[in-house]
């Protein structure tokens, strides 16, 4: 469990959806909330406090010296197969990077799509990226590319 906590936090981190002021006001939020619930005497649920939990290290680890913004973090390190890939990470550096390849559920397949050009950065990346992953990684990239949608 702590472990699942930590690779969330870590996401979370790193997201480009999150800033510093959005994670701090997020965990004044649910502090506030849990203390509400404390006060009221009411049981508190295990999802706002695994919540908090993630909220508080993400950041922790965002304000931490060993944090690297996702821009700079090792490609070769961070999606290899081995090092423990994450569609999700890729999926928003490769957006970052100005990629546009999108998902499209066609007869019951997920395939992806290239409609518009991608940047040089976001091309090299996917296609150095996508050769080494495995059809159940591939098919995962497939799935967030589809949950995201389109830019």
């Known amino acids: 469990m702590t472990l699942e906590i930590d690779r969330l936090s870590q996401r979370v981190a790193r997201s480009r959806h999150f800033d510093g002021y959005k994670l701090w006001r997020t965990q004044k939020d649910l502090d506030a909330k849990i203390y509400q619930l404390e006060s009221a005497k009411q049981p508190i649920p295990l999802e706002l406090a695994r919540m908090r939990a993630i909220i508080a290290r993400a950041r922790a680890f965002r304000n931490a010296a060993t944090y690297l913004p996702l821009q700079e973090v090792d490609e070769q390190r961070a999606w290899s197969p081995a090092g423990g890939f994450d569609p999700y990470d890729f999926v928003d550096h490769y957006r970052a990077l100005g990629g546009r390849r999108e998902a499209a559920k066609v007869e019951g397949d997920i395939v992806i ?31 967030c590319l589809l949950e995201r949608g389109r830019l």
């Open 113 to 143: 799509r290239a409609w518009n050009e991608d940047t040089p950065e976001a091309n090299e990346l996917w296609n150095k990226t996508m050769g080494k992953l495995g059809a159940r990684n591939q098919l995962e990239v497939a799935i």
